[in-house]
């Protein structure tokens, strides 16, 4: 397997340097000199400061000691996207950084709104690395409650938002799973000062999170079961789901199908409609 991974790591770098050019590195083309496209292998190490025979055995494939700074150095001389840069360190044995959005990925917002609305009659809403709320769908709004001028943050609504919790009749047995959650999303960025400022707002603004914090109980993002009872149409079975873009890394889109309890899709259906948007056009308690 490590011959197999080595290998790989040297078709890897001899392709990203084929397609970069002296030009694109700041050099100088090289006229008929040239006897391929890309960069040679002394201008790789050069440009990236490190010694000409060491990359020149990284690319051969050997197996030789490599650190994070060397590889980042590599990856910015061959103009490596995010996913090509963890590719690079997987084939090193390293463990790879954190992903990243790249620039061109970054405006998806457009394809991800017609994707939830796609999702009608059933909620889909979409929220960031902290869990806030970036977009959801008119079904999210009538069943969930989500709404302009809400705590746009979906752990803090959990536990504040007077209607979600008056419709959430499994809202007890979801909450530490909510919790231990989102403690799963803080250990993949521990030194993220912004999983900091969502917890402390969340300690501040309910006991309860905070007695479930304190367990420090830790889950993945998965399903999760919810029944609600809604004020128009009353029981509710879903099943929410979160799911990834790998292009955003950032973003989670969490869709809720429904369960065949209770004859929720047709409820669903009925909220979606003319009729039932009237009457959901203003979130009720219950």
Same mark, same amino acid.
């Given at each position: 397997m490590k011959a197999?991974?080595? @290998?790989?790591? !040297?078709?890897?770098?001899?392709?990203? =340097?084929?397609?970069?050019?002296?030009?694109?590195?700041?050099?100088?083309? @090289?006229?008929? !000199?040239?006897?391929?496209?890309?960069? =040679?292998?002394?201008?790789?190490?050069?440009l990236a400061g490190v010694g000409v025979s060491w990359y020149q055995w990284l690319e051969q494939g050997r197996d030789i000691t490599v650190s994070p700074q060397v590889l980042d150095s590599v990856g910015r001389v061959l103009r490596l996207s995010s996913v090509e840069r963890r590719h690079l360190y997987v084939l090193a044995g390293l463990n790879p950084p954190a992903p990243e959005v790249d620039p061109g990925d970054a405006d998806m917002c457009a394809g991800l709104r017609r994707l939830i609305d796609a999702w009608m009659p059933f909620p889909a809403h979409i929220m960031d690395a902290y869990w806030n709320t970036i977009l959801y769908n008119d079904a999210a709004g009538m069943v969930l409650g989500m709404r302009p001028g809400l705590v746009q943050n979906c752990l803090i609504a959990f536990f504040t938002d007077p209607i979600y919790r008056s419709r959430a009749r499994s809202w007890e047995r979801n909450a530490p799973y909510v919790v231990a959650q989102f403690r799963a999303a803080c250990s993949e960025r521990p030194d993220d000062e912004g999983f900091r400022a969502v917890v402390e707002e969340a300690k501040a603004a309910s006991e309860e999170f905070t007695a479930l914090w304190e367990r420090r109980d830790i889950a993945p993002g998965g399903q999760v079961r919810k029944e609600l009872e809604h004020p128009l149409v009353g029981e509710l079975f879903v099943e929410s789901t979160q799911l990834r873009v790998p292009a955003r890394p950032d973003l989670a889109i969490v869709m809720?199908?429904?369960?065949?309890?209770?004859?929720?899709?047709?409820?669903?259906?009925?909220?979606a409609s003319p009729e039932?948007?009237?009457?959901?056009?203003y979130p009720v308690a219950g």
């Amino acid at each position: 397997m490590k011959a197999h991974r080595l @290998g790989e790591l !040297r078709k890897f770098l001899m392709s990203r =340097r084929a397609r970069v050019s002296p030009a694109e590195a700041g050099l100088p083309d @090289g006229g008929a !000199r040239r006897r391929t496209p890309g960069l =040679r292998r002394e201008e790789v190490a050069v440009l990236a400061g490190v010694g000409v025979s060491w990359y020149q055995w990284l690319e051969q494939g050997r197996d030789i000691t490599v650190s994070p700074q060397v590889l980042d150095s590599v990856g910015r001389v061959l103009r490596l996207s995010s996913v090509e840069r963890r590719h690079l360190y997987v084939l090193a044995g390293l463990n790879p950084p954190a992903p990243e959005v790249d620039p061109g990925d970054a405006d998806m917002c457009a394809g991800l709104r017609r994707l939830i609305d796609a999702w009608m009659p059933f909620p889909a809403h979409i929220m960031d690395a902290y869990w806030n709320t970036i977009l959801y769908n008119d079904a999210a709004g009538m069943v969930l409650g989500m709404r302009p001028g809400l705590v746009q943050n979906c752990l803090i609504a959990f536990f504040t938002d007077p209607i979600y919790r008056s419709r959430a009749r499994s809202w007890e047995r979801n909450a530490p799973y909510v919790v231990a959650q989102f403690r799963a999303a803080c250990s993949e960025r521990p030194d993220d000062e912004g999983f900091r400022a969502v917890v402390e707002e969340a300690k501040a603004a309910s006991e309860e999170f905070t007695a479930l914090w304190e367990r420090r109980d830790i889950a993945p993002g998965g399903q999760v079961r919810k029944e609600l009872e809604h004020p128009l149409v009353g029981e509710l079975f879903v099943e929410s789901t979160q799911l990834r873009v790998p292009a955003r890394p950032d973003l989670a889109i969490v869709m809720h199908t429904p369960l065949p309890e209770a004859d929720t899709a047709a409820k669903l259906e009925w909220l979606a409609s003319p009729e039932g948007r009237r009457g959901s056009m203003y979130p009720v308690a219950g």
